[in-house]
């Protein structure tokens, strides 16, 4: 299985979602230019990623709706479902452990994980909650290769050591730490603070809040 | 006020998280080069970084920690609160209307709107939730800038229009809908689909699922 490149991986899930919204409509071909158009990324661009998936289209004619939905959802393994763990129940652990779209996103969370002990062998979404103390056991026992962690910062980094010790292969972490972890760890950032310093200060220029 | 460059922008929350962690440990004074140890950014892009916010450090001695993460804070803002609408209370809507850390981070959601009837004129987290038939008439009234989105992605382009027609300026996208929007408003993704497909594709890179 070849690499994909980054910008392009992080393409696929738009050209999906146009793709389903044409579907939705009735139509059964598109065009790359089509696409692009829906999507904002230019066509040529749209073309060389869609090359990745190996669907070719027909010259006038453009690709066929169905199958670039199921050729894409192969490229991104949508189609099977991974198994993975979650740790730290509070606001936004529930809201993972309620998202409807992590299923069609080939992800199921089958267990969360919290210190609070109120919170141990409850159930939220249908989801059972343990304490951290079954946490590294459970972890090498089901051969889970994935980890959520939606911790505070400052518990992020144990957690996550923990996790690569019973073999987690890739983090998808929702805490603003910096994760230090063997380079073959796939570690993916949804960085929020992130997002949250470029809102703020550009609604200040634009507001021309001046505190210099 | 300047305009700072968007990637200054998205380390600077990295760099005050190591800050008030150094704080908290008791220190006083801070390198350059602690800090690009600590976060992984190189050491002369730290110093370019830091010479956004305004403060000068003293050779051999460094940044007064106190100081630099007050410095920090105003660069984005995060001292001023400004008020902002959610739309739709679905779990994502209900963990950020939980997340305590908006408030540090200069935000703060005066009301939130859905559209099932259920939720109308609840409180969730004591933040009361309206109807939309409310929405554009409180927007106005308010002056509020700054729209949440987390509705389904079909609901979106329509509601950021409303909230656009409405003097929002800036709009926090959850959704992974491409929103297309007067150039002069500030759109921030945070985009979970492509951040999912990047682990979902590396994972099966990584345990060589191959189907092609």
Request: with cysteine.
């Amino acid at each position: 299985m070849d690499a994909i490149p980054l910008l392009t991986l992080k393409r696929l899930p738009k050209y999906l979602d146009v793709l389903n919204r044409f579907k939705k409509a009735g139509l059964k071909m598109v065009s790359a230019t089509k696409i692009a158009v829906f999507t904002d990324v230019h066509m040529t661009q749209v073309r060389k990623d869609l090359s990745f998936t190996g669907v070719v289209g027909t010259p006038k004619i453009g690709h066929n709706i169905e199958q670039l939905i199921i050729a894409i959802e192969n490229c991104l393994n949508w189609n099977d479902i991974s198994s993975c763990f979650l740790v730290g129940v509070g606001h936004l652990g529930k809201a993972l452990m309620g998202y409807q779209e992590l299923h069609k996103k080939g992800l199921r969370i089958i267990a969360a994980f919290d210190t609070n002990p109120a919170l141990s062998d409850t159930y939220y979404q249908g989801i059972p909650i343990h304490s951290m103390e079954k946490f590294s056991n459970l972890l090498s026992r089901l051969h889970v290769h994935i980890g959520i962690l939606t911790v505070p910062a400052d518990a992020a980094q144990g957690i996550a050591d923990q996790m690569v010790e019973n073999g987690v292969l890739a983090i998808w972490n929702f805490t603003p730490a910096k994760l230090i972890l063997p380079e073959d760890i796939i570690i993916e950032n949804v960085d929020m603070s992130s997002s949250l310093a470029v809102l703020s200060r550009r609604i200040a220029e634009r507001l021309h809040i001046d505190k210099a």
